[in-house]
């Protein structure tokens, strides 16, 4: 079974960047999403992306994050500029099953295995 493990959270001024990676302990060409959550909300997706490279945006991240991929190198990434306060939460990876039911690229309950997350501070 692939595991994935996220990196490059930290803290950042509002206006700032921080890139998000998530590394595969295989190779996978399966959809992968990045989703992120606060205490006491429901995970909320962010950004998708399909083994062919087409990529979903959330509207409240749209034209600010990019989501890509690297099969050759097992990674997955998350660019994140223009930070804003809202976008704080802890940020998780996660890809798809094969055979699994598609609930679409933002429901969690499309994916199968998670990365343990990485927590992104947004704050002056």
């Known amino acids: 079974q692939v595991q994935l493990v996220e990196s490059g959270g930290g803290s950042m001024q509002p206006g700032g960047s921080l890139r998000l990676s998530c590394v595969a302990s295989?190779?996978?060409?399966?959809?992968m999403g990045w989703f992120r959550q606060v205490p006491g909300k429901q995970r909320e997706g962010v950004a998708s992306?399909?083994?062919?490279?087409?990529?979903d945006y959330a509207d409240s991240v749209k034209g600010r994050f990019t989501i890509s991929r690297d099969n050759a190198k097992f990674t997955f990434y998350l660019q994140m500029n223009n930070l804003k306060a809202e976008d704080t939460a802890m940020y998780f990876c996660?890809?798809?099953?094969?055979?699994?039911?598609?609930?679409?690229?933002?429901?969690?309950?499309?994916?199968?295995?998670w990365g343990q997350g990485t927590q992104v501070t947004v704050s002056s």
């Open positions: 996660a890809i798809t099953e094969t055979g699994a039911t598609w609930y679409g690229p933002f429901n969690p309950n499309s994916y199968r295995t």
């Open positions: 992306i399909s083994g062919a490279g087409v990529a």
């Open positions: 295989g190779f996978t060409y399966r959809r």
